[in-house]
């Protein structure tokens, strides 16, 4: 059974502040995916990798940045949160087929 | 531009009734369409898809029907049960190895006891 796990569920951070959301997954996966989730706007893709140090601009990149330095840790990083980032963060994966597995998700929210 | 729409932001039905949720889709590149499912507070979770060379899949109470030249695709829920009630996102890849979705807005689905 895949397992894609996120260190937090729930987040508080204050406007300025950098921001670090960790996605782990377990099935070897070779491409990982960071999505944001808002009311009436679906998931927004905001970066994946497709290997280690590897990094691709989704639909809205601005204001985050990406890290993958190991095969199973993608990692989001807000580098001054603003107010607008408050949202739903959803970290997605998968191997060589369309259908990605995804994490419980990270409540953020920007103070 | 949206390529992947939902135009029903929410979808009330009676248990044991039939659900319909539809997904339309602009883009013909596309070949590959899922469903998934999501409850507050989790992740989605897969729950159906369909080829670009099927018309239709079925899974338990699940189906997929896909109208390749109305570019429309719907899920059918037969019987509807209260556990149903969450979110339903329609997603489309066009393959060619990038293994991106593209999502709609969503469906919310309340299914009434």
């Known amino acids: 059974d895949v397992k894609v796990t996120q260190s937090s569920r729930y987040l508080v951070k204050r406007t300025g502040e950098k921001v670090f959301l960790e996605c782990v997954q377990d099935?070897?996966?070779?491409?990982m995916f960071w999505y944001r989730q808002d009311p009436g706007l679906g998931l927004r893709l905001i970066y994946f990798?497709?290997?280690?140090?590897?990094?691709e601009k989704g639909d809205i990149p601005e204001g985050y940045s990406v890290s993958r330095e190991k095969k199973e840790r993608f990692s989001l990083i807000l580098e001054s949160a603003s107010t607008n980032q408050t949202s739903m963060y959803l970290c997605a994966s998968n191997i060589n087929t369309d259908t990605q597995y995804f994490g419980p998700g990270t409540r953020l929210t920007v103070l | 531009d949206q390529q992947v729409k939902q135009n029903s932001p929410s979808l009330s039905v009676q248990e044991g009734r039939i659900s319909i949720l539809n997904c339309d889709y602009t883009n013909s590149m596309f070949d590959y369409f899922l469903w998934y499912k999501k409850y507050p507070a989790e992740g989605p979770t897969f729950l159906i898809s369909i080829s670009s060379i099927k018309d239709k899949n079925e899974d338990g109470r699940f189906t997929v029907f896909l109208n390749k030249s109305a570019k429309h695709l719907s899920l059918h829920i037969v019987p509807s049960q209260p556990g149903d009630s969450a979110v339903y996102f329609c997603?489309?890849?066009?393959?060619?190895?990038?293994?991106?979705?593209?999502f709609g807005k969503g469906t919310k689905l309340s299914v009434i006891p």
């Open positions: 997603a489309a890849s066009s393959g060619a190895g990038s293994y991106q979705l593209t």
């Open positions: 990798s497709y290997d280690v140090k590897m990094k």
């Open positions: 099935m070897d996966h070779e491409n």
